[in-house]
């Protein structure tokens, strides 16, 4: 029975483990608009402590905005991007360990109404 129990709990701790997403991610985000698909590059730069999240995105590491409400739940990331006092776009990823893979979404600037991209990125190497 201890060993049933010793088991089981070192089969379910990796399911408990909250995903550590601290680094730069390099990648791009798909997006429709006017009925043609186009493709951008997206840049990531992220710091975690604890399941609380802070840092910047962009598309560049030199062009970054700050992101805010960071934060990871398992292998779940979420946060925002204020990109004006009106425009909030939300970000949701799945983390795989060195991959970063999920939707952002927000308004249109010019219609308003909601628009999603997918979006998929890989940590970068440390220098």
Not at 94 to 117: F, H, W
Request: hydrophobic letters at 40%.
């Amino acid at each position: 029975m201890k060993f049933f129990l010793m088991a089981l709990i070192a089969l379910t701790l990796p399911l408990c483990a909250v995903a550590d997403v601290t680094g730069n991610w390099s990648g791009s985000f798909e997006f429709t608009q006017d009925g043609e698909a186009h493709t951008e590059t997206a840049y990531l730069i992220l710091k975690q402590e604890g399941a609380a999240v802070t840092g910047s995105g962009g598309p560049s590491e030199e062009n970054q905005m700050a992101i805010r409400n960071g934060k990871v739940d398992g292998s779940k990331l979420t946060f925002e991007i204020a990109l004006d006092e009106n425009r909030v776009m939300s970000f949701v990823f799945q983390s795989d360990g060195d991959n970063l893979t999920g939707n952002v979404s927000g308004p249109d600037k010019e219609s308003g109404a909601t628009r999603t991209a997918k979006m998929s990125l890989k940590r970068v190497a440390e220098k």
